[in-house]
């Protein structure tokens, strides 16, 4: 049974930066593309960065990728997303999701498992 498990989430100011975890567990993860997406209330779940488990190939959202890093530790089988300079509006709840075969990195339902999400709030 896959578990996607995140974690980090936090209270803080505008200009401070969090690391968030994603704890993969239930399966060998190889050929499998990993993401990070988040949705705020009232907005519909978009996409924030993804990565390719085996050669770690990533993929991000362009309003995101001078401010956000996706990394994966594969011996923890953990994937990371570092997040700097945050915002008000980056303000949401980050989901971690798993797919085998993704053809578009950026469409929710091309991935089978997500996490429960943890919760960011950037305050201004």
């Known amino acids: 049974q896959v578990q996607l498990v995140e974690s980090g989430g936090g209270l803080v100011q505008a200009g401070d930066s969090l690391r968030l975890s994603c704890a993969a567990s239930?399966?060998?993860?190889?050929?499998?593309?990993m993401g990070w997406f988040r949705q705020a209330p009232g907005k519909e779940r978009e996409f924030v960065a993804a990565?390719?488990?085996?050669?770690?190939?990533?993929y991000y959202e362009d309003s995101k990728k001078d401010r956000f890093t996706i990394s994966r530790d594969n011996a923890k089988n953990t994937v990371y997303l570092q997040m700097n300079s945050l915002k008000p509006e980056d303000t949401a709840v980050y989901y971690c999701?798993?797919?085998?075969?993704?053809?578009?990195?950026?469409?929710?339902?091309?991935?089978?498992?997500w996490g429960q999400g943890t919760q960011v709030t950037v305050s201004s």
């Open positions: 999701a798993a797919g085998r075969a993704v053809v578009v990195v950026a469409q929710p339902g091309q991935y089978a498992y």
């Open positions: 239930g399966r060998t993860f190889s050929g499998y593309v």
């Open positions: 990565i390719t488990w085996t050669i770690g190939r990533t």
